[in-house]
Nanobody, 114 residues
Framework: QVQVVESGGGLVQPGGSLRLSCAASGSIFAMYDIAWYRQVEGMQRELVARFTRFGKKTYADPVKGRFTISRDNAKNTGYLQMNSLKPEDTAVYYC????????WGQGTQVTVSS
């Protein structure tokens, strides 16, 4: 069993930055893939970025060049650095930790507005 807790969301102006954190406990973090998803109310949850346990990173097209996913296995923590934020980035962001079985956090709200 893996417990996942996101933090770092908030209100930011367009063009601003936020860093989300994903703290995981209960297992060996390095053995899992981590991913960030986001969801707007009434819409499907969409993948934002993924960082596999083998070191491969992938990004959704809308965030390429603006968002950076990283992980610190020693701290059992993943991160999503979000720069040049746009109003369309507004969503609840969820961390996913998985390896066959998926574990989700409760989500953290990101609002980009002037």
């Amino acid at each position: 069993q893996v417990q996942v807790v996101e933090s770092g969301g908030g209100l930011v102006q367009p063009g601003g930055s936020l860093r989300l954190s994903c703290a995981a406990s209960g297992s060996i973090f390095a053995m899992y893939d981590i991913a960030w998803y986001r969801q707007v109310e009434g819409m499907q949850r969409e993948l934002v970025a993924r960082f596999t346990r083998f070191g491969k990173k992938t990004y959704a097209d809308p965030v390429k060049g603006r968002f950076t996913i990283s992980r610190d296995n020693a701290k059992n923590t993943g991160y999503l650095q979000m720069n040049s934020l746009k109003p369309e980035d507004t969503a609840v962001y969820y961390c996913n930790v998985g390896r066959g079985v998926d574990y989700w956090g409760q989500g953290t709200q990101v609002t980009v507005s002037s």
